[in-house]
């Protein structure tokens, strides 16, 4: 009960009441993107809990970068437990220039116990295009440690050198010049659509409309006259105006850790579900609510109407056979807090979940994951 309370404390508080969203928050400008970088190198300096005798490339790589150095020495006679072969990973951020520094990621892919305190030693970052981008080096931090064979705290074979990564080459980046190319996080026709409208709405006398939406994820958008010498600032225009995309009614599903996360609003049509001891029943219903008005009253002096308004009212019997009763109607909200009210667990009202989908009695969308 408890478990299912915190699972679901997002749901069962009220409604919040999203704001209009910055560009910035839901798109990207195409050609402007971060791209990865990966490497091989060594770790040195550890304290006998580097690479085992049997890791046998550990070994090469040290007597080919002792080799290099004018010192030449058999693979086979080096000892290399003081040494950790690693991969060297980094993301090299859009229009990055030589000099600038990144952090860059280390983990061994030998035997080693622990990184701790090792020192990465230079290595190069290669991008997919295989050319070197940028080199690493220095002190690996790894946020964990290892005792012995007894008790290892995080996970100390995987460690980080902030500002370890020096960029030598320009990142590949194309930045736009007469046209604008927008990309949705989300492809979603309807915030599309209200993109276009609010470019267009923000330039209204550029000679016919800038910005067209060619799908419900890319809105291509021209260089208006005026701003083809400042693109940069015509972007940064771009990104402060504001939308109120549209989201879509989900509810998702994790089936390994029962944690479910759904919108307070998704509605559930008539429908019954039988669940072990768990009956399950929406039903149609409304009830007829009169005006308030003040008492007595004349028929002829009767202002407004009577309405008929839909009822969600949660039944529930302490009988073995649990029974809940929700009228048309109903949300999730309802459904789930009528649910919990019977002592369900979250496994439950996945299994519930899902079926109710399969019935078609969910007016969402059911992602499990």
């Given at each position: 009960m408890q478990i299912l309370k915190y699972l679901l404390l997002g749901l069962l508080t009220p409604v919040t009441v999203f704001a209009a969203t910055s560009l910035k928050d839901i798109l990207s400008i195409e050609g402007v993107r971060d791209n990865q970088l990966l490497g091989y190198g060594l770790v040195v300096g550890l304290k006998g809990t580097g690479d085992r005798q049997q890791t046998l490339f550990s070994a090469q790589s040290l007597a080919n970068v002792l080799k290099r150095m004018g010192v030449t020495v058999s693979a086979s006679l080096i000892t290399v437990k003081n040494t950790a072969a690693v991969l060297v990973t980094a993301d090299l951020p859009p229009f990055a220039e030589p000099g600038m520094r990144i952090d860059v990621t280390a983990a061994s892919i030998g035997d080693a116990a622990t990184l701790q305190g090792g020192l990465l030693i230079m290595?190069?970052?290669?991008?997919?295009?295989?050319?070197?981008?940028?080199?690493?080096?220095?002190?690996?931090?790894?946020?964990?440690?290892?005792?012995?064979?007894?008790?290892?705290?995080?996970?100390?074979?995987?460690?980080?050198?902030?500002e370890g990564g020096l960029v030598e080459k320009p990142a590949p980046s194309v930045a736009p010049v007469t046209t604008v190319r927008l990309q949705l996080h989300q492809m979603d026709f309807g915030t599309a659509s209200q993109v276009a409208d609010a470019i267009n709405q923000k330039f209204p006398g550029a000679g016919g409309e800038l910005a067209h939406a060619q799908n419900g994820t890319v809105i291509t958008v021209k260089v208006p006259p005026e701003y083809l010498n400042r693109t940069v600032q015509f972007v940064a225009t771009l990104e402060r105006l504001t939308v109120d995309p549209e989201r879509p009614s989900k509810i998702v599903v994790n089936e390994r850790t029962g944690t479910i996360v759904m919108g307070k609003n998704v509605h559930v049509a008539p429908v019954a579900i039988l669940h072990g001891d768990l009956t399950v029943e929406v039903q149609v219903g409304v009830i007829v609510a009169a005006p308030a008005?003040?008492?007595?009253?004349?028929?002829?002096?009767?202002?407004?109407?009577?309405?008929?308004?839909?009822?969600?009212?949660?039944?529930?019997?302490?009988?073995?056979?649990?029974?809940?009763?929700?009228?048309?109607?109903?949300?999730?909200?309802?459904?789930?807090?009528?649910?919990?009210?019977?002592?369900?667990?979250?496994?439950?009202?996945?299994?519930?979940?899902?079926?109710?989908?399969?019935?078609?009695a969910l007016d969402c969308e059911l992602e499990v994951i």
């Open positions: 290595t190069s970052l290669r991008a997919a295009d295989g050319q070197v981008y940028a080199v690493a080096q220095g002190a690996v931090i790894t946020g964990g440690f290892i005792v012995g064979n007894v008790k290892t705290v995080n996970h100390p074979t995987v460690g980080r050198v902030p008005l003040p008492l007595p009253v004349t028929p002829e002096a009767i202002p407004g109407a009577t309405v008929v308004v839909p009822e969600a009212k949660v039944v529930s019997t302490a009988e073995k056979l649990k029974n809940v009763i929700l009228k048309e109607g109903a949300t999730i909200e309802d459904l789930v807090r009528a649910l919990n009210a019977v002592g369900s667990t979250p496994r439950d009202i996945i299994a519930i979940l899902e079926d109710l989908r399969a019935a078609g």
